[in-house]
């Protein structure tokens, strides 16, 4: 539950990055409302959860597997939102949905990894036993 909580917070914090992002270089309409400002953030929440499928914590699921639920299960509640906000889904759409979806990807791993890289100096100063 408590890591359901904290990835669904994660997803959030993406998902209101990367809308306003999309607002300043005029591809999502400056004018939210209150219905799309929250279908936003409970879409990017439940993204965040999907997530958890990254965590090898329960069930080892390989890789690509993994990844490829992600990818699907994003894009489907993606164009619920879209449909939900009545917002138009076209080429265009699909397009930048994929860059965003890697960019996000590519950010959450760099993240990842400088994380790790940071808790291996941590132990490599500790005193060795």
Request: charged share 5%; net charge positive; aromatic share 10%.
């Amino acid at each position: 539950m408590k890591q359901g909580l904290q990835y669904g917070l994660r997803g959030m914090g993406y998902g209101a990055v990367t809308y306003l992002l999309l607002i300043v270089f005029q591809v999502a309409p400056a004018q939210v409302s209150p219905g799309n400002g929250v279908s936003l953030l409970l879409t990017s929440a439940l993204i965040g959860v999907l997530s958890l499928i990254f965590n090898n914590n329960q069930v080892e699921v390989p890789s690509l597997l993994a990844f490829g639920v992600h990818l699907i299960g994003t894009a489907f509640l993606i164009v619920a939102l879209m449909v939900f906000n009545n917002w138009s889904i076209g080429w265009t759409f699909w397009l930048i949905f994929l860059l965003s979806y890697l960019a996000i990807s590519g950010t959450v791993r760099l993240n990842q990894h400088l994380r790790v890289t940071q808790i291996n100096r941590v132990l490599k100063q500790r005193p060795h036993k």
